[in-house]
């Protein structure tokens, strides 16, 4: 493994724990008398011009023992991709953290050569020791021209990154990493990239390394040669790898079973039925989260009307799988009533790996809007948490964790506007960590003041709101998104 670089350093307010924490009242029984206390935990460092200051969108986060890292953008343009990839770092099981910026991966730091970074995602390969993040490495003009990997020791101190593929001739798009970690696999200490080729009709790709991230196959397709983007791999314990991801007819997912060499034909998990959202909301459009318990079982959420009528608005409903071909009728999450009004979008759904089956602990986060027929000056966004005890079946009472915030306090892009088109959720012991994007009035001269915030570990106490599989009362059908992977018009740089 190459040296690791020195901490990248803005200053001491950079790479310090942040110090900014305030709270805000649950509204929701947590406890009794609870209230959420956010935690500060990253800020846009840059002053480029082209970037929007200060903003940070869309994050992802893994945990490995008490270790939790995030990784996101910083300093969003307007037309796609970001000044650099961020990073925070919990060794604390989130009670404390400190940031800084990816080095050598873009030109406004540590002498990268690309103009932009986008789509960050995070994991942890046990058998090498290895933290890695892995983002897209993006042009001037918003063209994804491959996906690189950042690794780590620690989660404090980064490497410059290596490339794991790129190809001036390709736009890639949506890159997500994992890695196997079961001893048990025989093809433990392997890690996965999926991501999509969008100037190929989003040409769904996957790429394995063995050796702690350090160099990277080839990219193949999966049989069939499948369109889509979004797919977040995920390791059975036997390691088979099932990849959930947004498909030409709704959800569908893929699996290799010789360690990535081979991917198997697409097979649908549901079809989808969207709500437009309110207030020019970048909003994921229906891409999946996706997380696994201890035996393997797959759970996969996403934003759909199907159980509002005249689809006014989206839940956030889910799927299960002990196979990835084999999936359980689709399940709305009970935040609300069907007649609340509410519209719920961009979940981040995480499962605590030391539960299985029907006590498998979920936690759920996810944006709203209380009323969904809202307008650009009127939407207020807010953060959700809800969170299953008995594998989904049951459902405690939400709780907001953030907001409410102006959709005008939160980064601009040519497709609306966005705190991210994914967030993630780790669970572990008991309790399900989350870091999303909170918009806030801005100062100093900025346009925006859009950072990093997290609610350390909110507790999976479950409760008796049922998950429900009816009635349906908007059919299912393939959305307006998986006609724009048909006819080949994604990008969702």
């Given amino acids: 493994m190459p040296a690791i670089t020195p901490p990248v350093r803005f200053g001491a307010a950079m790479l310090a724990m942040s110090g900014l924490l305030f709270a805000h009242p649950a509204k929701g029984p947590l406890a009794a008398g609870a209230k959420v206390t956010l935690t500060r935990v990253s800020t846009d460092p840059f002053t480029?011009?082209?970037?929007?200051?200060?903003?940070?969108?869309?994050?992802?986060?893994?945990?490995?023992?008490?270790?939790?890292?995030?990784?996101?953008?910083?300093?969003?343009?307007?037309?796609?991709?970001?000044?650099?990839?961020?990073?925070?770092?919990?060794?604390?099981?989130?009670?404390?953290?400190?940031?800084?910026?990816?080095?050598?991966?873009?030109?406004?730091?540590?002498?990268?050569?690309?103009?932009?970074?986008?789509?960050?995602?995070?994991?942890?390969?046990?058998?090498?020791?290895?933290w890695m993040i892995a983002a897209l490495g993006v042009s001037s003009n918003a063209i994804g021209l491959g996906a690189a990997v950042s690794r780590s020791t620690d989660g404090l101190h980064w490497s410059k990154p290596v490339v794991a593929f790129s190809n001036t001739q390709n736009f890639y798009d949506k890159d997500w990493i994992t890695c196997d970690n079961h001893t048990a696999s025989p093809h433990y200490g392997n890690c996965y990239i999926e991501a999509d080729i969008a100037s190929a009709f989003d040409l769904v790709i996957m790429s394995t390394s063995s050796d702690g991230g350090a160099s990277w196959s080839a990219p193949i397709s999966p049989s069939g040669r499948p369109r889509g983007l979004g797919g977040q791999p995920l390791v059975q314990p036997d390691g088979n790898v099932i990849v959930p991801f947004l498909g030409v007819n709704g959800?569908?997912?893929?699996?290799?079973?010789?360690?990535?060499?081979?991917?198997?034909?697409?097979?649908?998990?549901?079809?989808?039925?969207?709500?437009?959202?309110?207030?020019?909301?970048?909003?994921?459009?229906?891409?999946?989260?996706?997380?696994?318990?201890?035996?393997?079982?797959?759970?996969?959420?996403?934003?759909?009307?199907?159980?509002?009528?005249?689809?006014?608005?989206?839940?956030?409903?889910?799927?299960?799988?002990?196979?990835?071909?084999?999936?359980?009728?689709?399940?709305?999450?009970?935040?609300?009533?069907?007649?609340?009004?509410?519209?719920?979008?961009?979940?981040?759904?995480?499962?605590?790996?030391?539960?299985?089956?029907?006590?498998?602990?979920?936690?759920?986060?996810?944006?709203?809007?209380?009323?969904?027929?809202?307008?650009?000056?009127?939407?207020?966004?807010?953060?959700?948490?809800?969170?299953?005890?008995?594998?989904?079946?049951?459902?405690?009472?939400?709780?907001?964790?953030?907001?409410?915030?102006?959709?005008?306090?939160?980064?601009?892009t040519s497709q609306g506007n966005m705190v991210g088109d994914y967030i993630a959720t780790a669970a572990t012991d008991g309790k399900a960590l989350s870091v999303f994007a909170v918009g806030k009035a801005a100062s100093g001269g900025l346009r925006f003041n859009e950072a990093m915030y997290t609610a350390r570990g909110l507790p999976i106490a479950g409760g008796t709101a049922k998950a429900a599989t009816g009635p349906v009362v908007s059919p299912a059908k393939d959305g307006a998104r998986t006609h724009q992977i048909a006819a080949g018009r994604v990008i969702d740089m």
């Fill in 48 to 130: 480029n011009s082209g970037s929007q200051h200060a903003t940070e969108v869309e994050p992802d986060v893994f945990a490995f023992g008490r270790t939790i890292v995030a990784a996101y953008q910083t300093g969003r343009f307007f037309s796609g991709g970001s000044s650099d990839i961020g990073w925070a770092t919990s060794t604390d099981g989130g009670t404390s953290w400190r940031h800084g910026m990816l080095p050598g991966l873009t030109e406004h730091l540590g002498g990268g050569h690309w103009a932009r970074a986008s789509d960050p995602s995070v994991v942890y390969d046990a058998k090498h020791h290895t």
């Fill in 251 to 412: 959800l569908a997912e893929f699996s290799s079973a010789d360690g990535g060499t081979s991917w198997s034909k697409a097979t649908r998990i549901a079809t989808m039925n969207l709500h437009a959202v309110a207030g020019d909301m970048r909003n994921g459009d229906g891409l999946p989260s996706a997380a696994m318990d201890a035996a393997g079982t797959v759970y996969v959420a996403w934003q759909d009307c199907r159980f509002r009528a005249h689809c006014s608005a989206n839940d956030i409903v889910f799927s299960t799988s002990a196979n990835g071909t084999t999936w359980s009728p689709v399940r709305r999450i009970p935040i609300d009533a069907t007649t609340s009004g509410a519209d719920h979008f961009i979940p981040g759904i995480g499962v605590d790996q030391a539960t299985s089956g029907g006590k498998a602990k979920i936690g759920l986060y996810y944006y709203f809007f209380p009323n969904a027929r809202c307008t650009t000056a009127t939407c207020k966004l807010e953060v959700g948490y809800i969170s299953s005890a008995n594998g989904g079946k049951t459902w405690s009472s939400p709780a907001t964790v953030a907001g409410p915030m102006k959709v005008t306090q939160i980064a601009s």
